[in-house]
């Protein structure tokens, strides 16, 4: 999966990006920062099953097939949210 790919969707999900030697990404909701984050390489222009396998695991979702709904956009950033807070993840 191509990592610009995933960064436009995370920024369209609530996340904010954060430039160092690595792009991050941490979720704000309301305004506040939570404990949700991950990282994307520069030097990587597409991610292989490794790779998301580990961001699936920083953004707490379960399955692969949660991730592929939330870059591929079928799963709204409200959702997400909603998906966080159901599992005791963030607290608003």
């Given at each position: ?41 520069h030097g990587s222009s597409e991610y ?45």
């Amino acid at each position: 999966m191509k990592t610009s790919k995933i960064a436009a969707s995370l920024l369209k999900k609530g996340f904010v990006q954060k430039e160092t030697h690595h792009s991050y990404y941490l979720l704000f909701v309301n305004g506040k920062k939570t404990s949700i984050r991950t990282r994307l390489s520069h030097g990587s222009s597409e991610y292989g099953s490794n790779l998301l396998s580990m961001i699936k695991k920083q953004l707490s979702l379960e399955t692969m097939e949660e991730l592929e709904d939330l870059i591929n956009c079928p799963m709204s950033g409200e959702a997400y949210v909603e998906l966080l807070l159901e599992r005791n993840v963030i607290k608003l």
